[in-house]
């Protein structure tokens, strides 16, 4: 049945495009026939010698505008204003203001008619939605050189060189694999981009570990460790020195070490979660410890590695090492992934099986996850750069934030498989399904002071899947809410001036008991976290001997960034 239904959509989808064709072919028709009778009016005009260019071109208009008046009344009123891909002057000349509303009217029924599908099962129904969406968002009229009037424009403006250039590049771009968002040179890492000061001082197969340079005469005595994600770079936590927020807080007086993530290889195929867990973050905790020689550390989880920061919590908790954490944030990261958003909509037994098939040698190709993650945003991350880069030929925008993006890295093919499988599909993790090396995983034994970051727009890790950690540990929690989106909801800084976070310091029980109650601050959240971790440092200690980077008992491997975060 629920087949039936679907397969009735799909002809419903079929039938409004062959609608727009036709629409568009009597357009043409109708508007030959406009120019026909333009063309004779004009001929009797010059033939009375009485030509007035502003009279000419005030007919010219009247004619076209008599060309589509007909269709545009016919369509149903659709609000095309907010969207940003017809907001230019040329869409409001008759024949592409009518091509545009014509295109949202198809588009609204087309997603009306998704929410009238009965049948369907919610995952079913959203996997619908989102390819629905995905099929408006490439439909537009704006992602085709002869419906986009800026096109056009840019074609008579160059004679044709802009879709030379436009080709030469999506060539390029297929050759590579992926398509670019930025320029071909813009940024590289330790030139523009991961500058802040510091050496590697370990290496393991599966990461290198950085220790920043203190800037302060003092820095307070636990130290902090970042994991960052193992899916991108390590340097979206390292951008511009502007934007960096390794570089804010060595400047606030914390002596901060990071994790560098080894992009995998044939090498790592058999790595695990427990791979990351212990051999990973387990490692570097006690290896930070041992360094300082001090009793305990801060630990910053972001993303995926947030979710492994929580196995690790309990793990350290059920071996009685619980009193090795000091504090524990988690940015954006989720433990409870019966609500983690489009990403869902990807896992089930046919596409795992087909991105087993994609995985060679043991790894994952990074190009794969990246057009995934483009594709959950398809609309700004993949058809703005077809127009921009292609059919426009437009300059890069040099961001440094969409080079990082484009910077992918391998995940190791066993690892990534059951990752998917237990935590996306089955949700294993907070059901107590899950163990690290025979010890069972369970998150109720966490009671380390954690604070918690999500991003109100984020889509990856939805706040409202980020907030379900909150049902799981039993310490001390302080939950932000950010302003903007899995990443820029997090790279905010100070300085920006820019977004906004809210706090709440009622017992909620719930996401929108806490927006409910909540009270809005502006800008970053940094000064928020630092205050709340500084509480929990244990005064301040000089800045020399061990806490100056190859000083103490390791020496310096290399500058940082390092090795590892270059490799491909």
Known sequence: MAEDRTDTLLD????????????????????ATAALKMADDTAEILAKGQ??????LDAQNAWWKEAVSAWTAMLPTADTAADRRFRGPQWEKPLFDMIRQSYAAVADQLLKGVEAVDG???????QL???????VDAMSPANFALTNPEVLDRIFETRGANLVTGLERMLADLAKGQISHVGEGAFEVGRNLALTPGKVIHETPLYQLIHYAPTTPKVQATPVLIFPPWINRFYILDLSPEKSFVKWAVDQGLSVFLVSWKSADAAMA?????DYVLRGQRDAVDTVRDLLKVPSVHVVGYCVSGTALAMLLAWLAAQGEADKVASATFLTAQVDFSEAGDLTLFVDDAQLKMIEQLATDGYLDGRYMGATFNLLRGRDLIWNYVVNNYLLAGEYRPFDLLHWNGDVTNLPAEWHRRYLADFYRDNRLVK??????GVPIELGRVATPTYAQAGREDHIAPPASVWKLTHHFTGPLRFVLAGSGHIAGVINPPSAGKYQYWTNEAQVATLDEFVAGATEHKGSWWPDWFAWISERSGGEVAARGARI??????KAIEDAPGRYVRAR
């Open 12 to 31: 419903e989808m079929a039938h409004w495009t062959g609608v727009v064709g036709q629409m568009q072919q009597l357009l043409m028709e109708h508007g």
């Open 51 to 56: 030509v007035d260019p502003k009279d000419m």
């Open 120 to 126: 369907l099962d919610p995952k079913q129904k959203e």
């Open 129 to 135: 939605r989102f390819a629905t969406r995905s099929f």
């Open 270 to 274: 058999t790595t695990t979660m427990a």
């Open 432 to 437: 107590g399904e899950l163990d690290v090396d």
């Open 549 to 554: 980077p190859g000083k103490g008992k390791l």
